[in-house]
């Protein structure tokens, strides 16, 4: 299977992040893929209740906090988080992204 970035959804957000999600759900139930670029100084804030994410930094560096903790990253890094773990980023990056379950379905 071939996934190509114009077939994939497109979000922006204010502080920002433009992301493409791949919608693999059709032929793969698990898990959901992302790209995003990022480019933000102020924190893109999450909390998912029953997702662990991988990140994957291909570009450019950054400030991850990953509850009460905070990392400097940078490309070649990984960012790992449990389910029920609030996190969020600042910096200007690239990474792929890896949701499990798809984040889409939560």
């Known amino acids: 299977m071939i996934f190509k970035k114009n077939d994939a959804k497109h979000f922006a957000n204010d502080n920002g992040c433009t992301s493409w999600l791949y919608n693999i759900n059709a032929k793969a139930p698990q898990p959901h893929i992302g790209y995003t670029e990022a480019d933000s100084k102020s924190p893109n804030r999450y909390a998912p209740q029953n997702i662990s994410f991988v990140f994957y930094i291909i570009e450019g560096t950054g400030v991850w906090q990953i509850g ?34 798809d984040w889409g379905k939560n």
Do not use: L, R
Not at 68 to 96: C, L, R, W
């Open 68 to 101: 009460n903790q905070k990392y400097s990253v940078e490309a070649t890094d990984m960012v790992v988080i449990p389910p029920q773990t609030e996190f969020s980023h600042t910096g200007k990056m690239k990474f792929v992204e890896v949701a499990i379950p």
